[in-house]
């Protein structure tokens, strides 16, 4: 059965195909072009009522969330292609620890520097310099904070590459190609190693050579 | 080895205590005054380095972020006491689905209600009555999914209760009892139900008899 994925263009679609190429999990895609309001149509809001993509159906399964998708698939597919939960529970608890800083404390900032500075025009939104400013700098302090976890182990969760360095992919790669920030990593020499190494995985280099978006 | 947890008066730690108390794990708790600042304390830091509660310490283990927190202690115990994540990978997929629709659609709203209504005099907030109309209205949308869901199966995950219950609780209790908002749940006839229902567990009932937060 392959695993239909809602919406690739989008960057938070992009950490769901990451563990789809990494775990070898075939995929195929379906378009929903949110700068049109495709993902507020009934059509789609009956696979995700919240109206945000990513969505995927897997024979008649179906389920939203990105990073709950890609806890799914590295979990069905658990010793199929990269390990990406840790090989323990406690290491697995360092993930979910990391993953949970990646949305609670990295995401929004992020996010706003990208609605902001990148997609504005796009989605007719004003930009806020007040916001630019405020979300710069409490990305710059969480940074701060990823710079010493990175000086004593290669990776967020440990000395493995897992779910949590890759769900930041997408929105680091905004920050450092198309936002005029990417000081905030460059200044750092660990994070900077980091994003170096998880970049270049070739499953990065796949998403953006089938799936960069039209900015 | 007891479990010690830092901050048990705080909401996001009674996610923490829910799953410790269900799951019969023995655990101690340490104060943490947020409303003098313990949080920022170099002490605390060195545990939490973003500043904030919870966190665990089980042996030399260290664990923050409530909902990481959650998730090992259901794994770790996963066959003692109640079962919090689901039977199958794909009942645990929906586990996943709706804890991250709780931190990402539900949490904001909530926690916002919380602070501007409830503790804003503690913390020295002046209350905003924007951000309390935008929250309210915000929350309202996301509980008419929530009632659409709940008609459909009991819990949100589905006819078993899980972790994905569980993480509201904390902040549902302040919306209904604290805040003068509980009409969002009671007009509501499947989400008042479930609220009867995950709200009278004995394990809810005595994290409040012992944490009660001082408001």
Chains 1, 2 share one sequence.
Request: charged share 25%; aromatic share 12%.
């Amino acid at each position: 059965m392959v695993v239909k994925v809602y919406g690739p263009l989008c960057a938070s679609t992009k950490r769901v195909l990451l563990v789809l190429i990494e775990k070898g999990i075939e995929f195929e895609t379906v378009n929903v072009d949110v700068s049109k309001g495709e993902h507020r149509q009934p059509e789609f809001l009956k696979l995700q009522p919240f109206g945000v993509v990513p969505v995927i159906q897997d024979g008649d399964y179906t389920l939203y969330e990105s990073r709950a998708i890609m806890r799914y698939y590295a979990e069905k597919y658990n010793s199929q292609g990269v390990d990406l939960l840790g090989k323990t529970i406690e290491e697995r608890g360092m993930v979910e620890q990391w993953l949970e800083v990646e949305a609670q404390n990295f995401h929004s900032h992020a996010y706003n520097l990208a609605i902001h500075i990148l997609f504005a025009p796009i989605f007719g939104i004003t930009p806020d310099p007040k916001v630019i400013e405020e979300s710069e700098a409490k990305l710059d302090r969480v940074l701060t904070i990823y710079e010493e976890r990175l000086s004593q182990s290669k990776y967020l969760a440990g000395d493995f590459f897992s779910l949590a360095d890759m769900s930041h992919i997408p929105f680091i790669d905004y920050i450092v190609n198309n936002t005029g920030k990417k000081h905030l990593i460059n200044k750092r020499k660990h994070v900077s190693g980091w994003w170096d190494d998880i970049s270049n995985r070739a499953s990065w280099k796949k998403v953006l050579e089938l799936y960069r978006a039209p900015i």
